[in-house]
């Protein structure tokens, strides 16, 4: 059973995610808030193991109570206001929703809890919507899954590019954005590619050249391996015929 906590200011808005919240299975709110003086009375109370918490909330907002926690809790933020994504992975933040929360984003954030928490493996599951955190040496992105273009392991790290912006050297191995981000669209093609398989423009196979594909939204053709060829033709079946050995 997981057990959490809800601090919203707006009564309304508790009223509904508890709702949907009891509709998952083991899920057990156990308490709930409407400002910061209130959680930090009821917290050590009511005991969970993990908050939905609110950012803009009258006397602080929800990074405050952070702070004031005896010890540290998992925590979902559940604002109206993206503007604070990249603060709340900052603090290291399960998952940050948007309200009004969809029911499919709910279960996704409850199933990043049960992981952190260790109850479950996390089952991620992304919408064009979602945002990924995408932490460089020298600043943090956030940007929405469906924006990943192409994604190439440079070592420790991995080298994005996403729509509209220059190529980013993110702190994170290729296989470990290959075990959490939605496939498809996004599918590891071999040991050092991912490509978003819903911007492949054209593909060209040829005895001399090898195989490439142009991806929409980057300018330069992907040049392909033939493992990499053959996850493609797993990913378009009805080309297949066109997608021989080069």
């Not at 308490?31 to 803009?56: K, N, T, W, Y």
């Not at 990074?63 to 933020?77: D, G, M």
């Not at 054209?202 to 594909?213: K, L, Y």
Request: with cysteine; aromatic share 4%.
């Amino acid at each position: 059973m997981l057990r959490v906590m809800l601090i919203d200011d707006e009564s309304l808005a508790r009223q509904g995610l508890r709702a949907e919240l009891e509709q998952l299975p083991e899920v057990q709110v156990c308490g709930e808030a409407e400002s910061i003086v209130e959680a930090v009375e009821i917290i050590p109370l009511v005991r969970p193991q993990a908050l939905f918490l609110d950012i803009r909330m009258p006397h602080g907002d929800g990074f405050a109570l952070l702070s004031q926690l005896p010890s540290p809790l998992p925590v979902v933020f559940v604002t109206a206001h993206s503007e604070f994504a990249v603060q709340a992975f900052e603090v290291d933040a399960v998952d940050y929703l948007l309200k009004p929360v969809r029911p499919h984003r709910l279960a996704t954030a409850v199933a990043r809890l049960r992981h952190a928490l260790g109850q479950s493996p996390v089952e991620p599951v992304y919408s064009d919507s979602d945002r990924i955190c995408l932490r460089t040496p020298g600043r943090t992105v956030v940007a929405p899954a469906d924006d990943l273009i192409l994604l190439e392991a440079d070592g420790d790290f991995t080298r994005i590019t996403t729509e509209g912006g220059h190529p980013l050297l993110v702190c994170r191995t290729l296989g470990s954005f290959a075990e959490t981000l939605p496939s498809p669209p996004l599918l590891r093609l071999d040991r050092s590619l991912m490509v978003n398989v819903e911007r492949v423009e054209t593909i060209e196979v040829s005895p001399t050249r090898g195989a490439r594909i142009t991806l929409r939204g980057l300018s330069a053709p992907v040049e392909l391996g033939r493992t990499a060829l053959r996850r493609l033709r797993e990913a378009f079946p009805h080309a297949a015929g066109a997608l021989g050995d080069p």
